[in-house]
T-cell receptor
Framework: GAVVSQHPSWVICKSGTSVKIECRSLDFQATTMFWYRQFPKQSLMLMATSNEGSKATYEQGVEKDKFLINHASLTLSTLTVTSAHPEDSSFYIC???????????FGPGTRLTVT | DAKTTQPPSMDCAEGRAANLPCNHSTISGNEYVYWYRQIHSQGPQYIIH???NNETNEMASLIITEDRKSSTLILPHATLRDTAVYYCIVRGYLTNRDDKIIFGKGTRLHILP
């Protein structure tokens, strides 16, 4: 199956700083990418949907000014957590879907810890 | 909100078939049933999907009832590596850019040695 990578796999940052997480589709063109957040022992929660070349669509309750999403190319989407706080500590997972694919391929996730 | 209902947890003996049920009574005619699993601290892994016919691949079988209101994922010979949270999801075929995967709480499957 198709491969989606995320970088970094884990990151620790200080409160108030910004963190960028990259999501790449390695062997296919991802017209749509999705960003999820998962707290311990909970399910994945969809944060936003990103179509290449368009502004991201955020789910209700997700602050678009805090979680900046850029999908500038068909193989790369980035999520920037701005002015991170300890409550933003979570497991962030991206997924990607191609133009003709019925499957959505998930990345391995990025664990963010804000101290 | 998730459109599916699953038991929160299940146990299965290693080597036996694991049968994971899912209810999706409000599924619409153009929606598919997808199954994903998530091993601890990893991203979800696609398992199988189907519309109305039973499906089988190298990982599992998917049995969908005739009325499509429920389905069962079958892992024919469970191993310890199958211990994971299994998510049953109902969604469109990604023909619409808004077809997104909404995760419910899933079933935590424990494979017992």
């Amino acid at each position: 199956g198709a491969v989606v990578s995320q970088h970094p796999s884990w990151v620790i940052c200080k409160s108030g700083t910004s963190v960028k997480i990259e999501c790449r589709s390695l062997d296919f063109q991802a017209t749509t990418m999705f960003w999820y957040r998962q707290f311990p022992k909970q399910s994945l929660m969809l944060m936003a949907t990103s179509n290449e070349g368009s502004k991201a669509t955020y789910e209700q309750g997700v602050e678009k000014d805090k979680f900046l999403i850029n999908h500038a190319s068909l193989t790369l989407s980035t999520l920037t957590v701005t002015s991170a706080h300890p409550e933003d500590s979570s497991f962030y997972i991206c997924s990607a879907a191609g133009r003709t694919s019925y499957e959505q391929y998930f990345g391995p996730g990025t664990r963010l810890t804000v101290t | 909100d998730a459109k599916t209902t699953q038991p929160p947890s299940m146990d299965c003996a290693e080597g036996r078939a694991a049968n994971l049920p899912c209810n999706h009574s409000t599924i619409s005619g153009n929606e598919y049933v997808y199954w994903y699993r998530q091993i601890h601290s990893q991203g979800p892994q696609y398992i199988i999907h189907g519309l109305k016919n039973n499906e089988t691949n190298e990982m599992a079988s998917l049995i969908i009832t005739e009325d499509r209101k429920s389905s069962t994922l079958i892992l024919p010979h469970a191993t310890l590596r199958d211990t994971a949270v299994y998510y049953c999801i109902v969604r469109g075929y990604l023909t619409n850019r808004d077809d997104k995967i909404i995760f419910g709480k899933g079933t935590r499957l424990h494979i017992l040695p």
